[in-house]
């Protein structure tokens, strides 16, 4: 089973319209939280990082963090057709050998104009 | 400004024969080198780490190897291709090992196997 689950598979939503995105882990080690955004034919580059619980916001893109159900969503507000995308939640254990990064398997967002 | 660079863009190779990916990071000293495999459309897989020159570690098989011979440059190689090595191949970087610090992901190689 993944240990980093992400719902939905796709997404589409009008531009100017709300996205969200989902991610459940379903181990307690986790303890770090990443949203990447990748482009296609493009490396993966980090939108958000939450690491407490909570709310975190960075301009229209808002992160959620539930340790106790360990819950990560993204909200994107006034949605574009430039933040259409693949959508990956991240997670990564405290003092982690090398850094791994366990990687859910995506959202395919598209936004229409 | 730090910039990472992977060449070749694209490759395509057949089955049975060897392959060879490199990627450079400027601007950075020491950096946490990565090399990860993603599937068309798929999820990224970590394929290996380096904390140092000389020294990586894998994270998951997949008849493929990696060296660091300078502390700015990371290879993948292997010496037969399989159909299963197609995809696109990532190298990132990172300040330090720490799980809290982002990676850094390069533009990728884009692999065909026949």
């Known amino acids: 089973q993944q240990k980093v689950q992400q719902s939905p598979e796709s997404l589409s939503v009008p531009e100017g319209g709300m996205a969200s995105l989902n991610c459940t882990s379903s181990d307690h080690n986790f303890q770090y939280f990443w949203w990447y955004r990748q482009h296609s034919g493009e490396g993966p580059k980090a939108l958000m990082?939450?690491?407490?619980?909570g709310d975190k916001k960075e301009g229209r893109f808002t992160a959620h963090l539930n340790k106790a159900s360990l819950h990560v969503s993204l909200h994107i507000r006034d949605s574009q057709p430039s933040d259409s995308a693949l959508y990956f939640c991240?997670?990564?254990?405290?003092?982690?050998?090398?850094?791994?990064?366990?990687f859910g398997i995506g959202t395919l967002l598209s936004v229409k104009p | 400004a730090q910039t990472i660079h992977q060449w070749p863009v694209a490759e395509i190779k057949a089955v049975g024969s060897p392959l060879s990916l490199g990627c450079t990071i400027k601007?950075?000293?020491?950096?946490?080198l990565y090399w990860y495999w993603q599937a068309t459309g798929g999820t990224l897989q970590q394929l290996f780490y380096?904390?140092?020159?000389?020294?990586v570690e894998s994270v998951v098989q997949l008849n493929l190897s990696a060296s660091r011979p300078k502390d700015d440059q990371f290879i993948l190689s292997t010496e037969k291709l399989l159909l299963s090595h197609s995809g696109f191949y990532l190298c990132?970087?990172?300040?330090?090992?720490?799980?809290?610090?982002?990676?850094?992901f390069g533009p990728g190689t884009r692999l065909t196997v026949l």
């Open positions: 990082s939450i690491f407490s619980d």
């Open positions: 380096s904390i140092t020159v000389g020294q």
């Open positions: 990132a970087w990172s300040l330090w090992g720490g799980s809290s610090y982002e990676q850094y």
């Open positions: 991240a997670a990564s254990e405290h003092g982690s050998s090398g850094n791994k990064l366990i």
């Open positions: 601007g950075k000293s020491s950096p946490n």
